[in-house]
C-alpha cells in the first residue's frame, strides 16, 4: 500500500486534483495495488483556514507518505502578503526546500494529435521530445534576498549562490536522464555573464569525462529561449539553474499545445512531489474550464518514479494519447474539427481509457 498526500491548494487546484485522483483508482482496480489518499490544505487555502500556508499537519502528512500530488498555490487574494508569507514561498519553495527535492523534471512531449493545437507552426512543434532538468533549491530563488532603505529611496537584491556539490549532483542526473533517452545533454547557463555560470560550465566539462557516451553541449539561455521556439527538436535533455528552468518551462509548454499538458516531479528527498507546470489560473478558475491533463501526467510520473510501476505509467500516457487521438480537448488545446469537454469530462475520459486499455 503506497500513502499519497494530496494537495489541491488554490485555484484550479481542487478542480484537477480529483481527475487525478480518478485515473490513479482506475489503476489500482487494474493492478491490485492499493493507494490510500490523504488530503492536507496547502497555499492560500491554509491561509484562510489556518493563517499559514504550510500548517504543521500537512508537512507532517507529506513527511509521512510516500509521495505528493500537488495542485498549484496562489492567486489575487494573497499576493499583497509579505514575501515570507505568500503560498509561493512559504509553502511550495518551503516544501520543496523542506523535503530535499534539488531535481526539478518536465518533460515537454507533444502527443501527436496536438500539432494543430501550438500557435507555432506544425513543422517546428512536430516531434518535440525533450525535458528539462530544473535545479529546485539553489540558485537565484534561494540566495540571500534584502530590501532597505537608503539617503534617496531604496535598494533591494536576490543572490544567486550555488556550491560546486548543488551543481554537481543536478548535472550527474542530467547526464544520467539523458543516457536513459537520446544521449545528449544540453547544459544551459549565461557564462559570458554569471560567475555560478562558470563554475557550472566547468563543473558540466569535469564530469563529462565520467559520461563519454552522452554527448554535452553548452548554450547561453538567451540564445537557447530562442532556439526552443526555432528549432526544438534539437534537445534532448536540457540541465539549468532554478530561474532559468521556471521560465524555459513555461515556453516551452507551447511547444506541446499547452501549459496544461507540462507535468513535473520534483526528486532527491525521502519522498518526491508531483504537480503540473502551471499554476493555480485564477482567471479560469471555478469555470470547469481547466485542462487536468498536466495533473494526470504527473500522476503517471508518480507511478513510474516513485513506485516503479512502468507499465501503469505507460498505461495513463497511451489512455491520454487515444483521448486526444479521438478529438475530445478542453479549452486550451481546442483546434479546428475537435470536441470541446470540461475539466471533469475530460477525466472521465482518461479514466474510462485507462480502464479499457
Ligand atoms: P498560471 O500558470 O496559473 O496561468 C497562466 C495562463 O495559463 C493563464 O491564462 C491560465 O488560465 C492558463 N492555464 C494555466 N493552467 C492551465 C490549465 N491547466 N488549463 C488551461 N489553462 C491553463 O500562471 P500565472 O497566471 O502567472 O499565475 C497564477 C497564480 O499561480 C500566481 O499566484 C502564481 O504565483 C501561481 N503559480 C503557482 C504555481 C504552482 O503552484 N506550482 C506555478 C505557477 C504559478
Ligand atoms: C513553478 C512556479 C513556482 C516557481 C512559483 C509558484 C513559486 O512558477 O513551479 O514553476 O517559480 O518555482
Ligand atoms: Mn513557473
Same mark, same amino acid.
Given at each position: 500500500?503506497?500513502?499519497?498526500?494530496?494537495?489541491?491548494?488554490?485555484?484550479?487546484?481542487?478542480?484537477?486534483?480529483?481527475?487525478?485522483?480518478?485515473?490513479?483508482?482506475?489503476?489500482?482496480?487494474?493492478?491490485?495495488?492499493?493507494?490510500?489518499?490523504?488530503? &492536507?490544505? %496547502? @497555499? =492560500?487555502?491554509?491561509? $484562510?483556514?489556518?493563517?499559514?500556508?504550510?500548517?504543521? #499537519? !500537512?508537512?507532517? +502528512?507529506?513527511?509521512?507518505?510516500?509521495?505528493?500530488?500537488? &495542485?498549484? %498555490? @496562489? =492567486?489575487?487574494?494573497? $499576493?499583497?502578503?509579505?514575501?515570507?508569507?505568500?503560498? #509561493? !514561498?512559504?509553502? +511550495?519553495?518551503?516544501?520543496?526546500?523542506?523535503?530535499?527535492l534539488y531535481a526539478n523534471?518536465?518533460?515537454?512531449?507533444?502527443?501527436?494529435?496536438?500539432?494543430?493545437?501550438?500557435?507555432?507552426?506544425?513543422?517546428?512543434?512536430?516531434?518535440?521530445?525533450?525535458?528539462?532538468?530544473?535545479?529546485?533549491?539553489?540558485?537565484?530563488?534561494?540566495?540571500?534576498?534584502?530590501?532597505?532603505?537608503?539617503?534617496?529611496?531604496?535598494?533591494?537584491?536576490?543572490?544567486?549562490?550555488?556550491?560546486s556539490e548543488e551543481i554537481?549532483?543536478?548535472?550527474?542526473?542530467?547526464?544520467?536522464?539523458?543516457?536513459?533517452?537520446?544521449?545528449?545533454?544540453?547544459?544551459?547557463?549565461?557564462?559570458?555573464?554569471?560567475?555560478?555560470?562558470?563554475?557550472?560550465?566547468?563543473?558540466?566539462?569535469?564530469?563529462?569525462?565520467?559520461?563519454?557516451?552522452?554527448?554535452?553541449?553548452?548554450?547561453?539561455?538567451?540564445?537557447?529561449?530562442?532556439?526552443?521556439?526555432?528549432?526544438?527538436?534539437?534537445?534532448?535533455?536540457?540541465?539549468?539553474?532554478?530561474?532559468?528552468?521556471?521560465?524555459?518551462?513555461?515556453?516551452?509548454?507551447?511547444?506541446?499545445?499547452?501549459?496544461?499538458?507540462?507535468?513535473?516531479?520534483?526528486?532527491?528527498?525521502?519522498?518526491?512531489?508531483?504537480?503540473?507546470?502551471?499554476?493555480?489560473?485564477?482567471?479560469?478558475?471555478?469555470?470547469?474550464?481547466?485542462?487536468?491533463?498536466?495533473?494526470?501526467?504527473?500522476?503517471?510520473?508518480?507511478?513510474?518514479?516513485?513506485?516503479?510501476?512502468?507499465?501503469?505509467?505507460?498505461?495513463?500516457?497511451?489512455?491520454?494519447?487515444?483521448?486526444?487521438?479521438?478529438?475530445?480537448?478542453?479549452?486550451?488545446?481546442?483546434?479546428?474539427?475537435?470536441?470541446?469537454?470540461?475539466?471533469?469530462?475530460?477525466?472521465?475520459?482518461?479514466?474510462?481509457?485507462?480502464?479499457?486499455?
Amino acid at each position: 500500500m503506497y500513502k499519497i498526500a494530496v494537495l489541491p491548494g488554490d485555484g484550479i487546484g481542487p478542480e484537477i486534483i480529483p481527475q487525478a485522483i480518478k485515473v490513479l483508482k482506475a489503476i489500482t482496480k487494474k493492478y491490485g495495488v492499493r493507494f490510500e489518499f490523504q488530503e &492536507g490544505l %496547502v @497555499g =492560500g487555502a491554509a491561509i $484562510d483556514a489556518y493563517g499559514t500556508a504550510l500548517p504543521e #499537519e !500537512t508537512l507532517k +502528512l507529506c513527511q509521512e507518505s510516500q509521495a505528493i500530488l500537488l &495542485g498549484a %498555490v @496562489g =492567486g489575487p487574494k494573497w $499576493d499583497s502578503l509579505p514575501p515570507p508569507q505568500r503560498p #509561493e !514561498t512559504a509553502a +511550495l519553495l518551503a516544501l520543496r526546500k523542506g523535503l530535499g527535492l534539488y531535481a526539478n523534471i518536465r518533460p515537454a512531449y507533444l502527443f501527436p494529435a496536438l500539432a494543430d493545437s501550438s500557435p507555432l507552426k506544425k513543422e517546428v512543434v512536430e516531434g518535440t521530445d525533450l525535458l528539462i532538468l530544473r535545479e529546485l533549491t539553489g540558485g537565484l530563488y534561494f540566495g540571500e534576498k534584502k530590501r532597505e532603505r537608503t539617503a534617496t529611496g531604496e535598494v533591494a537584491w536576490d543572490t544567486l549562490i550555488y556550491t560546486s556539490e548543488e551543481i554537481e549532483r543536478i548535472l550527474r542526473l542530467g547526464f544520467e536522464l539523458a543516457r536513459e533517452r537520446r544521449r545528449k545533454l544540453t547544459s544551459v547557463d549565461k557564462a559570458n555573464v554569471l560567475i555560478t555560470s562558470r563554475l557550472w560550465r566547468e563543473t558540466a566539462e569535469k564530469l563529462a569525462q565520467e559520461y563519454p557516451d552522452v554527448e554535452l553541449e553548452h548554450m547561453y539561455v538567451d540564445n537557447c529561449a530562442m532556439q526552443l521556439i526555432r528549432r526544438p527538436r534539437q534537445f534532448d535533455v536540457l540541465v539549468m539553474e532554478n530561474t532559468f528552468g521556471d521560465i524555459l518551462s513555461d515556453l516551452a509548454s507551447v511547444l506541446s499545445g499547452s501549459i496544461g499538458m507540462l507535468p513535473s516531479a520534483s526528486i532527491g528527498g525521502k519522498t518526491a512531489l508531483y504537480e503540473p507546470v502551471h499554476g493555480s489560473a485564477p482567471d479560469i478558475a471555478g469555470q470547469k474550464k481547466a485542462n487536468p491533463l498536466a495533473t494526470i501526467l504527473s500522476a503517471a510520473l508518480m507511478l513510474r518514479i516513485s513506485f516503479k510501476m512502468e507499465q501503469a505509467a505507460r498505461d495513463i500516457e497511451n489512455a491520454v494519447n487515444r483521448v486526444l487521438e479521438q478529438g475530445y480537448r478542453t479549452l486550451d488545446i481546442l483546434s479546428e474539427g475537435t470536441t470541446l469537454v470540461n475539466t471533469e469530462e475530460m477525466g472521465d475520459l482518461v479514466r474510462q481509457a485507462v480502464e479499457e486499455g
